[in-house]
Protein backbone atom coordinates (compact mmCIF):
# COMPACT_ATOMS: atom_id res chain seq x y z
CA UNK A 1 0.00 0.00 0.00
CA UNK A 2 1.35 3.35 -0.52
CA UNK A 3 -0.47 6.57 0.46
CA UNK A 4 0.18 10.31 -1.10
CA UNK A 5 -1.23 13.04 0.02
CA UNK A 6 -3.15 15.50 -2.55
CA UNK A 7 -3.67 18.13 -0.26
CA UNK A 8 -5.62 19.07 2.74
CA UNK A 9 -7.77 16.62 3.91
CA UNK A 10 -7.27 14.67 -0.15
CA UNK A 11 -5.40 11.59 0.12
CA UNK A 12 -4.81 9.19 -3.15
CA UNK A 13 -3.96 5.41 -1.18
CA UNK A 14 -2.51 3.00 -3.88
CA UNK A 15 -3.28 -0.86 -3.30
CA UNK A 16 -3.03 -3.71 -5.47
CA UNK A 17 -5.67 -3.58 -8.69
CA UNK A 18 -7.92 -0.45 -6.53
CA UNK A 19 -7.21 2.62 -6.08
CA UNK A 20 -9.03 4.68 -3.47
CA UNK A 21 -9.13 8.46 -3.16
CA UNK A 22 -10.35 10.70 -0.63
CA UNK A 23 -11.96 14.36 0.08
CA UNK A 24 -10.33 15.52 -3.37
CA UNK A 25 -10.76 19.30 -3.85
CA UNK A 26 -7.60 20.76 -4.49
CA UNK A 27 -3.77 19.08 -6.24
CA UNK A 28 -1.03 21.66 -6.22
CA UNK A 29 1.13 18.75 -6.41
CA UNK A 30 -0.11 17.19 -9.26
CA UNK A 31 -0.98 13.62 -7.90
CA UNK A 32 -3.98 13.12 -10.15
CA UNK A 33 -3.60 12.01 -13.93
CA UNK A 34 -5.43 9.87 -16.05
CA UNK A 35 -2.47 7.08 -15.66
CA UNK A 36 -4.00 6.12 -12.16
CA UNK A 37 -7.42 5.48 -13.38
CA UNK A 38 -6.67 3.07 -16.07
CA UNK A 39 -6.66 -0.86 -16.01
CA UNK A 40 -7.89 -0.30 -12.27
CA UNK A 41 -10.63 -0.11 -10.19
CA UNK A 42 -11.05 3.09 -8.57
CA UNK A 43 -13.49 4.30 -5.34
CA UNK A 44 -14.16 7.92 -4.73
CA UNK A 45 -14.96 9.56 -1.54
CA UNK A 46 -16.50 12.35 -0.27
CA UNK A 47 -16.87 12.96 3.18
CA UNK A 48 -19.37 15.79 3.18
CA UNK A 49 -19.98 19.18 0.75
CA UNK A 50 -17.77 21.59 2.23
CA UNK A 51 -15.42 23.08 -0.60
CA UNK A 52 -12.43 21.73 1.15
CA UNK A 53 -13.40 18.55 0.74
CA UNK A 54 -16.09 18.30 -2.43
CA UNK A 55 -14.49 19.32 -5.95
CA UNK A 56 -16.76 18.11 -8.51
CA UNK A 57 -13.92 17.92 -10.92
CA UNK A 58 -13.94 14.42 -9.74
CA UNK A 59 -16.69 13.34 -12.51
CA UNK A 60 -14.37 14.47 -15.22
CA UNK A 61 -12.63 11.35 -14.12
CA UNK A 62 -14.84 9.19 -15.66
CA UNK A 63 -13.07 9.56 -18.82
CA UNK A 64 -10.63 7.67 -17.50
CA UNK A 65 -11.55 4.25 -16.38
CA UNK A 66 -13.84 2.37 -14.09
CA UNK A 67 -14.73 5.06 -11.36
CA UNK A 68 -17.36 4.03 -7.75
CA UNK A 69 -18.12 7.61 -6.39
CA UNK A 70 -19.16 7.51 -2.84
CA UNK A 71 -20.42 10.75 -0.83
CA UNK A 72 -22.63 11.70 1.85
CA UNK A 73 -26.26 12.16 1.50
CA UNK A 74 -25.84 15.42 1.29
CA UNK A 75 -24.09 16.55 -1.54
CA UNK A 76 -25.52 17.34 -4.57
CA UNK A 77 -24.20 15.49 -7.69
CA UNK A 78 -24.88 15.83 -11.49
CA UNK A 79 -25.96 12.74 -12.17
CA UNK A 80 -26.11 9.53 -10.46
CA UNK A 81 -23.77 7.54 -12.60
CA UNK A 82 -22.07 5.19 -10.34
CA UNK A 83 -22.95 7.17 -7.77
CA UNK A 84 -23.36 5.88 -4.24
CA UNK A 85 -24.70 8.23 -1.62
CA UNK A 86 -24.69 7.26 2.13
CA UNK A 87 -25.99 7.78 5.39
CA UNK A 88 -24.50 7.72 9.09
CA UNK A 89 -24.78 3.32 10.00
CA UNK A 90 -24.81 2.44 6.47
CA UNK A 91 -23.16 -0.18 4.88
CA UNK A 92 -22.19 -1.10 1.73
CA UNK A 93 -20.58 -3.33 -0.46
CA UNK A 94 -18.62 -2.79 -3.78
CA UNK A 95 -16.50 -4.86 -6.47
CA UNK A 96 -18.39 -8.12 -5.96
CA UNK A 97 -17.58 -7.90 -1.90
CA UNK A 98 -13.90 -6.89 -2.43
CA UNK A 99 -14.49 -3.48 -0.94
CA UNK A 100 -16.75 -2.96 2.03
CA UNK A 101 -17.55 0.58 3.62
CA UNK A 102 -19.59 1.48 6.65
CA UNK A 103 -20.66 5.39 7.21
CA UNK A 104 -19.78 6.41 10.86
CA UNK A 105 -21.10 10.06 11.96
CA UNK A 106 -19.21 13.48 12.41
CA UNK A 107 -18.97 16.01 14.67
CA UNK A 108 -19.74 18.59 11.95
CA UNK A 109 -20.94 18.40 8.26
CA UNK A 110 -21.15 14.78 6.70
CA UNK A 111 -19.59 11.41 7.32
CA UNK A 112 -16.30 9.49 8.11
CA UNK A 113 -15.68 6.38 6.25
CA UNK A 114 -14.39 2.84 7.42
CA UNK A 115 -13.18 1.11 4.89
CA UNK A 116 -11.74 -2.60 4.02
CA UNK A 117 -9.96 -3.91 1.03
CA UNK A 118 -8.92 -7.58 1.68
CA UNK A 119 -7.27 -8.05 4.31
CA UNK A 120 -6.48 -4.10 4.65
CA UNK A 121 -8.64 -1.60 6.85
CA UNK A 122 -8.86 2.41 6.65
CA UNK A 123 -10.89 5.31 8.62
CA UNK A 124 -11.01 8.77 6.84
CA UNK A 125 -12.60 10.60 9.55
CA UNK A 126 -13.87 13.47 6.92
CA UNK A 127 -14.38 16.60 9.69
CA UNK A 128 -14.97 14.22 12.01
CA UNK A 129 -12.94 16.01 15.32
CA UNK A 130 -12.32 17.19 18.49
CA UNK A 131 -13.26 20.62 17.70
CA UNK A 132 -12.00 22.09 20.53
CA UNK A 133 -12.89 26.08 20.40
CA UNK A 134 -11.57 27.38 23.52
CA UNK A 135 -12.08 31.01 22.07
CA UNK A 136 -15.51 30.56 20.71
CA UNK A 137 -17.42 27.63 23.18
CA UNK A 138 -18.32 28.46 26.90
CA UNK A 139 -16.75 25.58 28.81
CA UNK A 140 -20.36 23.34 28.59
CA UNK A 141 -20.21 23.67 25.06
CA UNK A 142 -16.55 22.78 25.19
CA UNK A 143 -17.85 19.37 27.01
CA UNK A 144 -20.52 18.74 24.54
CA UNK A 145 -18.15 18.98 21.57
CA UNK A 146 -16.10 16.42 23.43
CA UNK A 147 -18.07 13.97 24.35
CA UNK A 148 -20.02 14.14 21.12
CA UNK A 149 -16.47 13.04 19.73
CA UNK A 150 -15.71 10.45 22.22
CA UNK A 151 -19.21 8.91 21.35
CA UNK A 152 -18.44 8.37 17.65
CA UNK A 153 -15.40 6.84 17.64
CA UNK A 154 -16.20 4.70 20.97
CA UNK A 155 -17.90 2.92 18.05
CA UNK A 156 -14.62 1.87 16.26
CA UNK A 157 -13.41 0.42 19.99
CA UNK A 158 -11.89 -2.89 19.10
CA UNK A 159 -12.18 -3.15 15.19
CA UNK A 160 -8.56 -3.59 14.35
CA UNK A 161 -7.80 -0.28 11.30
CA UNK A 162 -4.59 -0.34 9.70
CA UNK A 163 -4.10 2.94 8.65
CA UNK A 164 -6.51 6.39 10.29
CA UNK A 165 -6.84 9.57 9.01
CA UNK A 166 -7.57 11.85 11.20
CA UNK A 167 -8.18 16.48 11.55
CA UNK A 168 -4.92 18.10 13.31
CA UNK A 169 -6.40 21.77 12.67
CA UNK A 170 -3.43 24.21 13.14
CA UNK A 171 -6.48 26.78 13.87
CA UNK A 172 -6.90 25.08 17.50
CA UNK A 173 -4.21 26.15 18.55
CA UNK A 174 -2.12 23.77 21.13
CA UNK A 175 -5.72 21.29 20.95
CA UNK A 176 -4.98 20.76 17.31
CA UNK A 177 -3.99 17.37 18.29
CA UNK A 178 -6.75 16.25 20.36
CA UNK A 179 -8.55 14.07 18.45
CA UNK A 180 -5.79 12.26 17.56
CA UNK A 181 -4.84 11.80 21.18
CA UNK A 182 -8.42 10.61 22.02
CA UNK A 183 -8.15 8.24 18.61
CA UNK A 184 -4.89 6.80 19.65
CA UNK A 185 -5.84 5.98 23.19
CA UNK A 186 -9.46 4.89 22.12
CA UNK A 187 -9.53 3.00 19.00
CA UNK A 188 -5.40 1.99 18.81
CA UNK A 189 -4.95 1.94 15.26
CA UNK A 190 -1.29 1.18 13.71
CA UNK A 191 -0.50 4.00 12.02
CA UNK A 192 -2.79 7.66 11.92
CA UNK A 193 -1.76 10.08 9.22
CA UNK A 194 -2.68 13.81 10.16
CA UNK A 195 -4.68 15.86 7.91
CA UNK A 196 -6.88 19.10 7.42
CA UNK A 197 -3.78 21.64 7.51
CA UNK A 198 -2.15 23.02 4.76
CA UNK A 199 1.48 22.38 3.54
CA UNK A 200 1.03 18.39 3.42
CA UNK A 201 0.57 18.53 -0.62
CA UNK A 202 2.39 15.46 -2.00
CA UNK A 203 3.34 14.11 0.96
CA UNK A 204 3.97 9.89 0.93
CA UNK A 205 3.16 8.05 3.52
Known amino acids: MSITCIGHSGFLVCLPGIHL ?3 Y ?17 NCVFVS ?5 HYNKDIFDWRAYGDIVYVLDIG ?3 PDNNNIIKMQESESISLYEGEVTVRAYGSTDEGL ?10 LFHAGDLNDWY ?5 TPERLQLAEDNYLRIIKQLAGQRIDVAFIPEDPRLGIHAGRAIQHF ?3 V ?5 IPMHFSGNDGVEY
Request: proline share 4%.
Open 21 to 23: IFD
Open 133 to 137: WVDDF
Open 184 to 186: KEI
Open 48 to 52: HSHHD
Open 188 to 192: QPKRI
Open 75 to 77: CST
Open 25 to 41: YTDKAGIINPEIFANKK
Open 112 to 121: SYLVKIGETV
